[in-house]
């Protein structure tokens, strides 16, 4: 570079945040917050009426109140990281309603999370890491939790998978009662 070339600014060389792509191993926010808003919600009420139904003296109930508990930690984990202010909270004692407060906390949360920034790399000057990568780790745990709870609670009621699955498919027309060939 010659003295009486011009200077390239700085600025110019600099990623920004907004303007980097997204990453493909992210899922989209939209589908985190249905995941637990719907999915989560509706499975865990239908794992915890055959739950609830155990005497606690059973020595099914202890490990199966052990798994629910940390999915209810996962999805804390899942709020706290999609969350920036620090704000005191005070949720339930009792699983459900506790599983309730967790699971509504998570939604609020990442419903303030930016979706314009969300899953885009940290600009490589900044030397930080996207939040994105912890919150589907995140969401992942829950994901694995919930189905371990599903395993445990399919040895009390074996018809579980039958309510779970029962509204996997809707038919936009009904099937013909006469035959097709």
């Given at each position: ?21 997204r ?10 917050i ?27 109930h ?21 969350k ?17 407060w967790?699971i ?40 694995a939790?919930l189905q371990?709870v ?5 040895a ?17 027309e ?8």
């Amino acid at each position: 570079m010659l003295a009486t070339e011009p200077a390239t600014p700085d600025s110019a060389l600099l990623e920004t945040w907004s303007h980097n792509e997204r990453m493909r191993h992210i899922p989209l926010l939209s589908w985190m917050i249905d995941k637990i808003e719907i999915d989560v919600r509706r499975r865990f009420e239908i794992l915890f009426t055959p739950f609830s139904s155990l005497e606690p003296g059973d020595p099914r109930h202890a490990p199966i109140d052990a798994e629910l508990r940390a999915l209810i930690r996962a999805l804390d984990r899942v709020a706290d990281v999609a969350k920036r202010p620090k704000n005191p909270s005070h949720p339930p004692n009792d699983i459900a309603p506790r599983m309730n407060w967790s699971i509504n906390h998570a939604v609020g949360n990442l419903q303030g999370v930016d979706p314009e920034t969300f899953a885009k790399r940290f600009p490589f000057q900044t030397f930080e890491r996207s939040n994105a990568e912890p919150l589907t780790a995140a969401m992942l745990a829950v994901i694995a939790h919930l189905q371990k709870v599903h395993e445990l609670v399919r040895a009390i009621d074996p018809a579980v998978d039958e309510r779970i699955y029962a509204n996997l498919v809707t038919l936009n027309e009904p099937m013909r009662s006469d035959a097709i060939a």
